[in-house]
């Protein structure tokens, strides 16, 4: 059955409706729903939404764990045209009112076990006009079932375009605060047709998706509605639990799963990794931080299916990308690499002048497609930055071998990858600074076993006795999300800066990175 990816979201949904609606979109715990009873649900909350005089483009958050709820409310803000902002619930609460401010979000859902978050930022939250409780009972709030079920089972059928935007996922901020991405329809229509002819292809209807992924990051929610459009069974759990993944690719019969390199590695040193029943696993795809080779051979070995890399950003609408499983041949030699460009994707390695270097030199990643961005919201300047002439530069740092495929080497904007999360020097910096005792701060990624890189703080004290390391890391966990925040923190008489008083980060990294063949872990 030829799938039509060129259709806006909300059509192609209608369309996957009409062809499979008897069978189970999603599985969360124990409850089943039906292609059907998804579409339901779905017009119930486009209406709810159009009832809070939500105007199409207007923003509507949600704060909570994975759950078929997201996907249900998700459905219906792409009927009632409004733009679902993921927040990561990761964060701390004056990070989440900075991107609930930012999006000028109108809705909030929030999960139970962020009641408490919400109620201490609840009144540096103007924009909000209703919170929802997704799961539990609170006081204050509606919950969303008796929300949803309060209006009419009617799609507004509303006109949508391509240009229109349908989610808003924010990624760290290289100056201190992060910024919102608008995807569109266009962005995933390009990035399901991409697809088609490398990882989903391996898709059909039916099949058993595991969707474990955060769906505040592109990963999870593009896993899940690649799914559904394809017609599969996705089973959905709240969060990454390795326990639970393989309980759940053994009992439910997983035949594709994409997962981080941390994730991976938590997989395969389980102990109960070695009982699992891996022979319904058809595909395997992972990416947003390198693996090593040890980690990627083991799982190879136990998990015995077809494996995909992948490379690209939340701007890119996630893969550009791919390694094929063929590719995954040991004596091909071509682990490292992040693979080749997809369907209809220019990729060049540039240097400062915006010339192409030749095979085996280093430049930046630049990426021109139509799964790229509309843009950062309402930061015209940041938009202009990273996309000059339909390129977008990635600020990764690669190279392509004689073959053409990708090598990731470094970064320009210093960015930290810790098992999978993109962390900004800036951020952590900006928490640190705002400690009275802190006149000076750093912060860079070394090399770690278990995450891939680990966050390293060194401080210049202003005054008084020596801060301890614990007193840092306790502090700054009260200004940003725990992942973070230093693992480590390091006193320094002075940092390292050029004549400008730009901190030498290469400087401070060198020592720990002294013997790798590459920059990034």
Known sequence: MEIPYEKTLAELFRWRVAESGGDVAHKFIDKETTYKELDAFANKVAQGLIGLDCKPDSRVAFL??????????????????????????????????????????????????????????????????????????????EDYASWRDSHEDVDPMLESKGDDDVIQLYTSGTTGHPKGVQLT???????????????????????????????FHVAGTNMGLAGMVTGAKNI???????????????????????????????????????????????????????????????????????????????????????????????????????????????????????????????????????????????????????????????GDIGYFDDEGFLYIHDRVKDMIVSGGENIYPAEVENALLSHPKIADAAVIGIPDDKWGEATKAFIVQAEGEPLKEAEVISYVRTQIAGYKCPKTVEHINALPRNPSGKILRKDLRAPYWEGKERNVS
């Not at 697809?195 to 292809?201: G, I, K």
């Open 64 to 141: 909570g764990k994975n759950s078929d709820l997201f996907f249900e409310f998700l459905y219906g803000t792409i009927k009632s045209n409004t733009v679902t902002v993921g927040i990561n619930w990761r964060l701390a609460p004056p990070e989440v009112a900075y991107i609930i401010n930012d999006s000028k979000s109108e809705v909030l859902l929030v999960g139970p076990e962020f009641f408490g978050l919400i109620e201490e930022i609840k009144n540096d939250i103007p924009s909000v006009k209703k919170i929802i409780t997704v799961g539990g009972s609170h006081e204050e709030w």
């Open 185 to 215: 329809n266009d962005n995933f229509s390009s990035c399901f047709l991409m697809n088609e002819d490398s990882m989903y292809r391996e898709m059909n209807e039916g099949e058993i998706n595991l969707v474990c992924m955060p769906i």
């Open 236 to 394: 959905i759990i709240p969060e990454v639990d390795p326990t639970l993944i393989l309980k759940s690719i053994e009992q439910e019969k997983i035949q594709h799963a994409l997962f981080v390199p941390a994730v991976i590695l938590f997989l395969v040193q389980h102990p109960d990794a070695a009982t699992t029943d891996f022979s319904s696993l058809k595909t395997v795809i992972y990416g947003a931080s390198p693996i090593t080779d040890d980690t990627l051979i083991k799982a190879m070995e136990l998990m015995k299916c077809d494996f995909w890399q992948v490379y690209g950003l939340t701007e890119t609408n996630g893969a550009i990308t791919f390694l094929y499983p063929e590719d995954h041949d040991i004596s091909r030699g071509k682990l490292r690499s992040c693979g080749k460009a997809g369907k209809d994707v220019g990729l060049r390695v540039v240097d400062a002048d915006d010339n192409d270097v030749p095979a085996g030199e280093v430049g930046e990643v630049i990426i021109k497609s139509l799964n790229n961005m509309k843009g950062y919201w309402n930061r015209p300047e940041a938009t202009e930055e990273a996309i000059k002439d339909g390129w977008f530069y990635s």
